[in-house]
């Protein structure tokens, strides 16, 4: 190719992503920009990007105190962590029953599980709400987090992954002595840490950004996780204070972008792992 | 061996064996109870609640047969949200792999500025919807929004995109888009890293050499399984819509971008007609499990290329 | 069918120089093999010939042409894989079909869908499998055209991918060490066949692998290389018989040569293990030496030929191939030099503890310190 048409050929393929690029960014760029300018900037109706005094603090106090956004992600924390916590206590040993042990019920197990897949948590929600409201457990961490305890996909993976794990190693620890619960602990799973960290990062986000569920759960402001904070932040500001919605929005989407900055490729390997799928 | 010897063998493997089926079953014990209590029992009542007259708060129900369905098929309220959301599976499907495949392929020949790229465009994946959508109302302003603000200079009318019955479900689309674009790309991305390079060498001996013929001999067959899965995920993210309509529009204007989930959550917690909402539920889970067995079945053909 | 001729080629990463300096003139219908242990260059040489990687500096000309400017398939050559490299979405028939309808059909008539409003297509396309055919029949891989390489086995892919290469009729076929990913019984049937088929085509091959019986046994001449330049070019037998240093005589060869030690004394010889050989090298004296001797060279002999010399020795191992055996022995007075020697399997001499190995000094090849070979007055013909 000559250079020339290289050249031109380079100046459409960045254009193109640079374009993209602009439009992807876009919210992200207004709302950092707009949570620290004052109200009577973002007032009027102008394209100024940049603003010309600051009110960063006032936004970002007002944010804080008028909603405990610091509690909804708290909150996120919590659940999110408390989810995965389960997932893999109870996910890590029926997989690898599934992968490697023979009992009764073995292929039952495994179509059930292949059909819980194809089914949201939109599905359930309905009668879980009833059983928990029936029970009074609504309005709890635990009702949030109940109907994803059970993580189908994770079984499903660490099923495939663990099937890949030599049988001599696993016969091998036998002999030694080892309980079978041990081999699964201290043997199987670290040698499969980069499957459950890309898990892990998969479900944390999944649950972080979860609004469906929660929405119903919960009406509880201080237990809100960050989806649903948001909701009701915005619906008590609703249309005035931009300045403040934006801070808000700025501070409960920040964690997530940090994380994913500082560990680009467990994110990408978490999302990737769908592909598995 | 002795017969004493064979027997205490055949004796020591059938204890294995048994110790082998508790351990098993034990260890799937956990599973299967949050399966069923989660998962299977709920679905078994939503079901046959589907088929009842229940509002939450009754004290009886009764059987009413397909009612609620019938119902549901007269209610225009219904059809509209289904219609809408097909709607935006139309608008979302085809634009959000497009766009992942054309963004993933200039990506994939970057070598300076790939991680950039990368990172730029999965950014809306990783963020919260919620938030993010807080803000694009606030980008699609008619007043006070840098969009309209954009439009003015070109010397278009100011629009109100989230009040106009015929732009908001369109909108809508478009930010469904915006969160997709970077995580069709991942994917996009993953399965070009798998096509074999000494594949295009060998094209480029065979003659194959400009990026037309490279991208229809080799490129798109090879990525075949790839956009499979690509399409049918995004159509089961696109058909789950929620977040985008119950901080933006709550379904207005006037029912525009009432969605199937929303009219769900409506039915069911708000206005607590339960059965009903079982039924449409029903519904919304049928529609899914058709796409699913389209991805299973797609996924079947996956490991066919070996 | 082409000569092809490589004027001062280099190459460069960044700042690791990969190639330097290649000069090689490949003769029209010549089987030319490129061989060295990895990372030599010998890929990277063959790609730049193919045109898949631009060399840093120098020409190569195919037919008396230069064809650096030339994109790969416009030089005229065909290429097979290591990987074999087919389109696992085509049928076998498509595989071997691709480079026709690439030159054949214009881009309008390969489009999807457009294609089938083009009258002149169904022609061509008739022509074209009628030679796919005929390649396959060939190859006798005709009953398996309908197939996906996905169903075929290591040898059939391997075929195919010669029939791919074998279609265009090209001036040259490069090969990519195509052998590596059969096993061993396959690689050996494999071999002849790949003779055969140059015998019968008689286009110029080049060929590069890693393993010296390849080199050795389907060659016209060979070119080892190192480190980017090329160690000797010459037949099989002037690589066997006279390496031009210490690396060529140690890579080729099985077992590999024997290196022995030793140190110019003054007058006309070389010590090694104390006693003395009549070798002539012209070298000052106390310079050290390397002395080789090919296995088959040195052995316990009943019999010593007169003006042989000798070695005592230890008998460490005895490796039985059947028709022969491979004796390795510790060398007196030479620490850790183990000595491997060929004899018939039906050896009469008792094989025991301490032996006595004797050679003739004839057969002695002699390096100087660098590794370079040393012409001596000895050797018959010892010319450099």
């Given at each position: 190719m000559t250079a020339i048409r290289r050249f031109l050929s380079l100046v459409l393929v960045h254009g193109f992503l640079l374009a993209g690029a602009a439009f992807v960014l876009l919210p992200f760029v207004w709302m950092l920009v707009t949570s620290i300018k004052p109200p009577d900037e973002i007032f009027t109706a102008t394209l100024r990007l940049w603003p010309r005094h600051f009110s960063a603090i006032e936004n970002y106090r007002y944010a804080l105190t008028s909603a405990p956004l610091l509690r909804f992600a708290f909150n996120g924390l919590i659940v999110c962590a408390g989810i995965l916590l389960v997932q893999l206590l109870v996910g890590i040993p029926c997989a690898y029953a599934l992968a490697k042990l023979r009992f009764p019920g073995r292929n039952l197990l495994f179509m059930l599980t292949l059909l819980a897949l194809a089914i949201p948590v939109q599905v359930p929600a309905l009668p879980l709400y009833i059983a928990l409201a029936k029970v009074g457990l609504l309005n709890t961490y635990f009702s949030i987090m109940l109907p994803f305890f059970l993580s189908v996909f994770a079984i499903f993976l660490l099923r495939q992954f663990f099937k890949g794990f030599p049988d001599d190693i696993i016969q091998a620890a036998r002999l030694d002595g080892m309980r079978e619960i041990e081999i699964v602990w201290r043997i199987v799973v670290p040698s499969s840490l980069p499957a459950i960290a890309a898990f892990a990062v998969f479900s944390f986000v999944a649950h972080w950004n979860d609004l469906y569920w929660p929405l119903i759960v919960i009406s509880d402001a201080n237990l809100a996780t960050p989806p649903l904070g948001m909701l009701f932040f915005s619906d008590a500001e609703t249309g005035s204070n931009y300045g403040a919605l934006t801070a808000a929005a700025t501070i409960l989407t920040a964690p997530l972008v940090v994380a994913f900055l500082l560990a680009r490729r467990q994110f990408i390997a978490g999302i990737t792992m769908t592909g598995v799928k | 061996m002795t017969a004493v010897a064979l027997d205490a063998a055949l004796r020591a493997s059938r204890r294995r064996e048994r110790l082998e089926k508790l351990t098993g079953m034990g260890f799937a014990f956990p599973a299967t109870l949050l399966l069923v209590l989660t998962s299977l029992a709920p679905l078994v009542v939503l079901i046959v609640m589907s088929f009842t007259d229940y509002d939450l708060g009754n004290l009886g129900f009764k059987f009413i047969g397909l009612g609620n369905f019938a119902k549901a098929m007269g209610d225009s309220v219904f059809r509209r949200s289904l219609w809408n959301t097909f709607i935006y599976v139309a608008i979302v499907l085809p634009l959000a792999v497009g766009l992942g495949l054309v963004v993933a392929i200039l990506v994939y020949g970057r070598k300076r500025t790939r991680a950039f790229y990368e990172i730029v465009y999965f950014l809306p994946v990783t963020s919260t919807l919620i938030a993010m959508a807080t803000v694009w109302s606030f980008l699609l302003h008619p007043k006070l929004g840098p969009i309209n603000a954009l439009l003015g200079l070109v010397g278009v009318q100011p629009r109100a995109f989230l009040s106009d019955p015929a732009l908001a479900l369109p909108t809508l689309a478009v930010i469904g888009i915006w969160h997709l674009v970077g995580f069709n790309m991942v994917l996009f991305l993953a399965g070009l890293t798998a096509i074999p390079k000494d594949l295009y060498e060998a094209a480029a001996i065979d003659g194959c050499a400009n990026p037309v013929d490279r991208f229809l001999k080799i490129t798109w067959p090879m990525l075949g399984p790839t956009t499979m899965f690509v399409i049918v995920t995004t159509s089961i993210t696109a058909f789950k819509v929620f977040d985008t309509v119950a901080v933006m529009t709550h379904g207005g204007p006037m029912g525009s971008s009432e969605v199937l989930l929303y009219s769900i959550y409506l039915e069911g917690f708000q206005y607590f007609h339960t059965a009903y909402a079982a039924a449409l539920t029903v519904v919304f889970l049928a529609f899914l499990l058709v796409f699913s067995a389209i991805q299973a079945f797609v996924l079947d053909r996956r490991t066919h290329y070996g | 069918m082409a000569s092809v001729t490589l004027k001062g080629i280099a190459k460069s990463f960044g700042t690791t120089e990969v190639l330097s300096n290649i000069d090689l003139d490949i003769a029209d219908g010549e089987f030319i093999t490129l061989v060295g242990a990895s990372g030599c260059g010998k890929s990277t040489l063959i790609r730049i010939i193919a045109g898949l990687e631009p060399q840093s500096a120098g020409s190569v000309e195919v037919a008396g042409r230069p064809v650096d400017h030339l994109r790969p398939h416009e030089r005229r050559v065909a290429m097979v894989f290591q990987s074999y490299a087919?389109?696992?979405?085509?049928?076998v028939a498509a595989n071997i079909a691709l480079p026709l309808t690439m030159q054949r059909l214009s881009l309008f008539e390969r489009l999807p869908l457009v294609k089938y409003v083009s009258t002149r297509r169904p022609r061509v396309m008739r022509e074209i499998m009628h030679e796919v055919d005929s390649v396959a029949a060939q190859l006798q891989i005709q009953p398996l055209l309908a197939r996906r390489p996905a169903q075929l086995s290591g040898g059939q892919r391997q075929r195919v991918a010669l029939g791919r290469a074998m279609v265009r009729h090209p001036d040259v076929f490069l090969m990519d060490e195509p052998l590596s990913n059969l096993d061993a019984r396959l690689r050996v049937h494999m071999r002849s066949e790949l003779a055969e088929l140059h015998a019968r085509l008689g286009s110029t091959f080049i060929y590069v692998t890693h393993d010296q019986v390849e080199a050795m046994t389907m060659s016209d001449r060979v070119a080892m290389m190192d480190a980017g330049r090329i160690l000797q070019l010459g037949t099989p037998s002037e690589l066997y018989a006279r390496p031009a240093n210490l690396e060529v005589a140690q890579f080729i060869g099985s077992p590999a040569i024997n290196v022995l030690p030793g140190e110019v004394a003054d007058g006309n010889g070389i010590v090694v293990a104390g006693s003395t050989l009549?070798?002539?090298?012209?070298?000052?004296?106390?310079s050290r030496v390397s002395v080789g001797l090919r296995p088959e060279s040195i052995a316990p002999r009943a019999n010593a030929t007169a003006g042989d010399a000798s070695l005592r020795a230890h008998l460490r191992r005895v490796e039985n191939l059947g028709a022969e055996l491979v004796l390795h022995c510790v060398v007196d007075g030479l620490d850790g030099v183990v000595v491997a020697c060929r004899v018939p399997a039906d050896q009469d001499t008792p094989l025991n503890g301490a032996l006595e190995l004797s050679f003739s000094p004839r057969a002695c090849h002699v390096f100087d310190a660098e590794g370079v070979r040393v012409a001596d007055r000895a050797a018959p013909g010892g010319a450099r």
């Amino acid at each position: 190719m000559t250079a020339i048409r290289r050249f031109l050929s380079l100046v459409l393929v960045h254009g193109f992503l640079l374009a993209g690029a602009a439009f992807v960014l876009l919210p992200f760029v207004w709302m950092l920009v707009t949570s620290i300018k004052p109200p009577d900037e973002i007032f009027t109706a102008t394209l100024r990007l940049w603003p010309r005094h600051f009110s960063a603090i006032e936004n970002y106090r007002y944010a804080l105190t008028s909603a405990p956004l610091l509690r909804f992600a708290f909150n996120g924390l919590i659940v999110c962590a408390g989810i995965l916590l389960v997932q893999l206590l109870v996910g890590i040993p029926c997989a690898y029953a599934l992968a490697k042990l023979r009992f009764p019920g073995r292929n039952l197990l495994f179509m059930l599980t292949l059909l819980a897949l194809a089914i949201p948590v939109q599905v359930p929600a309905l009668p879980l709400y009833i059983a928990l409201a029936k029970v009074g457990l609504l309005n709890t961490y635990f009702s949030i987090m109940l109907p994803f305890f059970l993580s189908v996909f994770a079984i499903f993976l660490l099923r495939q992954f663990f099937k890949g794990f030599p049988d001599d190693i696993i016969q091998a620890a036998r002999l030694d002595g080892m309980r079978e619960i041990e081999i699964v602990w201290r043997i199987v799973v670290p040698s499969s840490l980069p499957a459950i960290a890309a898990f892990a990062v998969f479900s944390f986000v999944a649950h972080w950004n979860d609004l469906y569920w929660p929405l119903i759960v919960i009406s509880d402001a201080n237990l809100a996780t960050p989806p649903l904070g948001m909701l009701f932040f915005s619906d008590a500001e609703t249309g005035s204070n931009y300045g403040a919605l934006t801070a808000a929005a700025t501070i409960l989407t920040a964690p997530l972008v940090v994380a994913f900055l500082l560990a680009r490729r467990q994110f990408i390997a978490g999302i990737t792992m769908t592909g598995v799928k | 061996m002795t017969a004493v010897a064979l027997d205490a063998a055949l004796r020591a493997s059938r204890r294995r064996e048994r110790l082998e089926k508790l351990t098993g079953m034990g260890f799937a014990f956990p599973a299967t109870l949050l399966l069923v209590l989660t998962s299977l029992a709920p679905l078994v009542v939503l079901i046959v609640m589907s088929f009842t007259d229940y509002d939450l708060g009754n004290l009886g129900f009764k059987f009413i047969g397909l009612g609620n369905f019938a119902k549901a098929m007269g209610d225009s309220v219904f059809r509209r949200s289904l219609w809408n959301t097909f709607i935006y599976v139309a608008i979302v499907l085809p634009l959000a792999v497009g766009l992942g495949l054309v963004v993933a392929i200039l990506v994939y020949g970057r070598k300076r500025t790939r991680a950039f790229y990368e990172i730029v465009y999965f950014l809306p994946v990783t963020s919260t919807l919620i938030a993010m959508a807080t803000v694009w109302s606030f980008l699609l302003h008619p007043k006070l929004g840098p969009i309209n603000a954009l439009l003015g200079l070109v010397g278009v009318q100011p629009r109100a995109f989230l009040s106009d019955p015929a732009l908001a479900l369109p909108t809508l689309a478009v930010i469904g888009i915006w969160h997709l674009v970077g995580f069709n790309m991942v994917l996009f991305l993953a399965g070009l890293t798998a096509i074999p390079k000494d594949l295009y060498e060998a094209a480029a001996i065979d003659g194959c050499a400009n990026p037309v013929d490279r991208f229809l001999k080799i490129t798109w067959p090879m990525l075949g399984p790839t956009t499979m899965f690509v399409i049918v995920t995004t159509s089961i993210t696109a058909f789950k819509v929620f977040d985008t309509v119950a901080v933006m529009t709550h379904g207005g204007p006037m029912g525009s971008s009432e969605v199937l989930l929303y009219s769900i959550y409506l039915e069911g917690f708000q206005y607590f007609h339960t059965a009903y909402a079982a039924a449409l539920t029903v519904v919304f889970l049928a529609f899914l499990l058709v796409f699913s067995a389209i991805q299973a079945f797609v996924l079947d053909r996956r490991t066919h290329y070996g | 069918m082409a000569s092809v001729t490589l004027k001062g080629i280099a190459k460069s990463f960044g700042t690791t120089e990969v190639l330097s300096n290649i000069d090689l003139d490949i003769a029209d219908g010549e089987f030319i093999t490129l061989v060295g242990a990895s990372g030599c260059g010998k890929s990277t040489l063959i790609r730049i010939i193919a045109g898949l990687e631009p060399q840093s500096a120098g020409s190569v000309e195919v037919a008396g042409r230069p064809v650096d400017h030339l994109r790969p398939h416009e030089r005229r050559v065909a290429m097979v894989f290591q990987s074999y490299a087919l389109y696992p979405h085509m049928s076998v028939a498509a595989n071997i079909a691709l480079p026709l309808t690439m030159q054949r059909l214009s881009l309008f008539e390969r489009l999807p869908l457009v294609k089938y409003v083009s009258t002149r297509r169904p022609r061509v396309m008739r022509e074209i499998m009628h030679e796919v055919d005929s390649v396959a029949a060939q190859l006798q891989i005709q009953p398996l055209l309908a197939r996906r390489p996905a169903q075929l086995s290591g040898g059939q892919r391997q075929r195919v991918a010669l029939g791919r290469a074998m279609v265009r009729h090209p001036d040259v076929f490069l090969m990519d060490e195509p052998l590596s990913n059969l096993d061993a019984r396959l690689r050996v049937h494999m071999r002849s066949e790949l003779a055969e088929l140059h015998a019968r085509l008689g286009s110029t091959f080049i060929y590069v692998t890693h393993d010296q019986v390849e080199a050795m046994t389907m060659s016209d001449r060979v070119a080892m290389m190192d480190a980017g330049r090329i160690l000797q070019l010459g037949t099989p037998s002037e690589l066997y018989a006279r390496p031009a240093n210490l690396e060529v005589a140690q890579f080729i060869g099985s077992p590999a040569i024997n290196v022995l030690p030793g140190e110019v004394a003054d007058g006309n010889g070389i010590v090694v293990a104390g006693s003395t050989l009549p070798i002539a090298t012209g070298l000052p004296a106390r310079s050290r030496v390397s002395v080789g001797l090919r296995p088959e060279s040195i052995a316990p002999r009943a019999n010593a030929t007169a003006g042989d010399a000798s070695l005592r020795a230890h008998l460490r191992r005895v490796e039985n191939l059947g028709a022969e055996l491979v004796l390795h022995c510790v060398v007196d007075g030479l620490d850790g030099v183990v000595v491997a020697c060929r004899v018939p399997a039906d050896q009469d001499t008792p094989l025991n503890g301490a032996l006595e190995l004797s050679f003739s000094p004839r057969a002695c090849h002699v390096f100087d310190a660098e590794g370079v070979r040393v012409a001596d007055r000895a050797a018959p013909g010892g010319a450099r």
